[in-house]
């Protein structure tokens, strides 16, 4: 089954305190993006990546970093997490810039 | 600056009725224009999209309209159904040859009563 998984799907943690959020694609997909999606602000794009070791800055990059070491995984890393990144992230992969975006379930992250 | 917005947070239509949600863009490089529907707890699934070279694309009971020099779209859902009770967004891309970036709308949530 085609698909995107992330993980953790739901993560509580404190400010300071490094954590990553795993995605991964079995679709062989080029295009991987991370979003966060917040009341009022719909979904915000944080960085994205054209293929193994091509990324580049979203809409919201500060605070966060990705890699892209293989093509079937873009982790998302918070070196130092605070309030402000509590929220709702997306991880989604696509074949090429016109394919349909496929979205993974969602990582519902607290910050305290 | 919120290029592409959905003024609409939410909307309220009957079962069976014809549904209609916009959405505007302020950035003249977009040029292909994409709806993805979310339910609670799920991740974005892809709708309809349309690229700026047509004005109109239909898939079932799903159309979304175009209309560039107002830089406007509107996606109708004929007949709605309750199934369709969801939070709508909507996204565009601008044509960079190799890469892009998909900007979204704040979604609209529509509710579809029986």
């Known amino acids: 089954e085609a698909q995107v998984t992330q993980n953790p799907r739901y993560l509580i943690t404190v400010t300071g305190k490094k954590l990553t959020v795993t995605c991964s694609q079995n679709?062989?997909?080029?295009?991987m993006s991370w979003y966060r999606q917040d009341p009022g602000l719909g979904l915000r794009q944080i960085y994205y990546?054209?293929?193994?070791?091509?990324?580049d800055k979203g809409d919201v990059p500060e605070g966060y970093k990705v890699s892209r070491k293989e093509k079937r995984n873009f982790p998302l890393i918070l070196e130092s997490p605070s309030p402000n990144q509590t929220s709702l992230y997306f991880c989604?992969?696509?074949?090429?810039?016109?394919?349909?975006?496929?979205f993974g379930p969602g990582t519902r992250l607290t910050v305290l | 600056d919120q290029q592409v917005k959905q003024n609409s947070p939410s909307l309220s239509v009957q079962e069976g009725r014809i549904s209609i949600l916009n959405c505007d863009y302020t950035?003249?490089?977009?040029?292909?224009f994409l709806w993805y529907k979310k339910y609670p707890a799920e991740g974005p699934t892809f709708l309809i999209s349309?690229?700026?070279?047509?004005d109109k694309n239909e898939d079932g009971r799903f159309t979304v309209f175009l209309n560039k020099s107002a830089k406007h779209l509107s996606l109708h859902i004929v007949p709605s159904q309750p199934g369709d009770s969801a939070v709508y967004f909507c996204?565009?891309?601008?044509?960079?040859?190799?890469?892009?970036?998909?900007?979204f709308g704040t979604g609209t949530r529509l509710q579809v009563t029986l």
């Open positions: 989604a992969s696509r074949k090429t810039n016109r394919d349909t975006q496929y």
């Open positions: 679709m062989n997909h080029e295009y």
């Open positions: 990546s054209m293929n193994v070791e091509v990324t």
């Open positions: 950035n003249s490089m977009f040029d292909y």
């Open positions: 349309i690229s700026s070279i047509k």
């Open positions: 996204a565009a891309s601008p044509f960079t040859g190799t890469a892009s970036k998909l900007t």
